[in-house]
């Protein structure tokens, strides 16, 4: 009886190696990039943390089908390599030979890919089931209301063109007092020069006395 125990627990990772097998029909290759998301504070990838993974894909798996028979037996992993990548498989609780298809799997894990992607403070990029499209994140909500922010542009147009056509009137009326003073001084030029002779120059002296006329005038005044 002993022996028979002692054989089938020896033959129990023997099946489980058989049953996870890279590139699988219901198999999945998981990369993680602990390094490039945490630096300085990355996590050794050991035993234990293989066994949290396990224990997540079982709560997804749980989650998923609504059945508590998912356990982290039913996970198994395997080729895992030291750059931390390896692939995995979920058994059927109820039968240890037959696996979970993969679609199931995949509708599983993305149904809970925020939680498994908390539980190792990774994201959709450094936590990587090749083969699953990463999950979309919700639409960001804005802090302000749509229509308050659609006002406030249009207040901005509005402010922006009564600036505008506040300048420009500016300017014009500026351009206008120029060409008023312009044609001002122009028009006192006109008024000063006469026959080319300015009016101020002829106002600042006596005059010229002709003899001939002044001899005259002395004779008819003695008559």
Same mark, same amino acid.
Not at 28 to 40: F, P
Not at 144 to 151: C, D, G, Q, S, T
């Given at each position: 009886?002993?022996?028979?125990v002692?054989l089938?627990l020896?033959?129990?990772p023997?099946?489980?190696?058989?049953?996870?097998?890279?590139?699988?029909?219901?198999a999945?290759k998981?990369r993680l990039?602990?390094?490039?998301a945490?630096g300085?504070?990355?996590y050794?990838?050991n035993?234990?943390?293989?066994?949290?993974f396990r224990?997540?894909?079982?709560?997804?798996?749980?989650?998923?089908?609504?059945?508590?028979t998912?356990?982290v037996?039913?996970?198994?992993?395997? !080729? $895992?390599t030291p750059r931390?990548?390896?692939?995995f498989?979920?058994? *059927?609780p109820?039968?240890?030979?037959? &696996?979970?298809? #993969?679609n199931a799997?995949e509708?599983a894990?993305r149904?809970?890919?925020?939680?498994?992607n908390?539980?190792?403070?990774?994201?959709?990029?450094t936590?990587q089931?090749?083969?699953?499209?990463?999950?979309?994140?919700?639409p960001?909500?804005?802090?302000?209301?749509?229509w308050?922010?659609v006002?406030g542009v249009?207040m901005?147009?509005?402010t922006?063109g009564?600036?505008?056509?506040i300048?420009?009137g500016f300017?014009?009326?500026k351009k206008?007092?120029?060409?008023?003073? !312009? $044609?001002d001084e122009e028009e006192?030029q006109?008024?000063i020069?006469e *026959?080319g002779?300015?009016c101020?120059t &002829?106002e600042? #002296?006596?005059?010229v006395?002709?003899?001939?006329?002044s001899h005259?005038e002395?004779?008819?005044?003695q008559?």
């Amino acid at each position: 009886m002993l022996a028979r125990v002692l054989l089938a627990l020896s033959l129990v990772p023997a099946l489980a190696q058989a049953l996870c097998q890279p590139d699988g029909q219901d198999a999945y290759k998981v990369r993680l990039s602990i390094k490039t998301a945490l630096g300085a504070n990355a996590y050794e990838w050991n035993e234990s943390e293989q066994f949290l993974f396990r224990a997540t894909l079982a709560f997804a798996m749980r989650k998923y089908t609504g059945q508590e028979t998912f356990n982290v037996s039913s996970v198994i992993v395997c !080729d $895992e390599t030291p750059r931390v990548s390896f692939w995995f498989v979920v058994t *059927n609780p109820n039968d240890t030979a037959t &696996l979970i298809p #993969k679609n199931a799997v995949e509708e599983a894990i993305r149904l809970s890919r925020n939680r498994i992607n908390s539980a190792f403070l990774l994201s959709d990029k450094t936590l990587q089931f090749l083969g699953i499209p990463p999950t979309l994140a919700p639409p960001s909500q804005p802090s302000l209301p749509v229509w308050l922010i659609v006002f406030g542009v249009v207040m901005g147009i509005v402010t922006t063109g009564i600036l505008a056509l506040i300048i420009i009137g500016f300017i014009q009326r500026k351009k206008k007092e120029k060409t008023i003073e !312009d $044609e001002d001084e122009e028009e006192k030029q006109e008024r000063i020069m006469e *026959n080319g002779i300015s009016c101020e120059t &002829l106002e600042g #002296k006596d005059g010229v006395n002709n003899g001939a006329y002044s001899h005259d005038e002395d004779r008819l005044t003695q008559l």
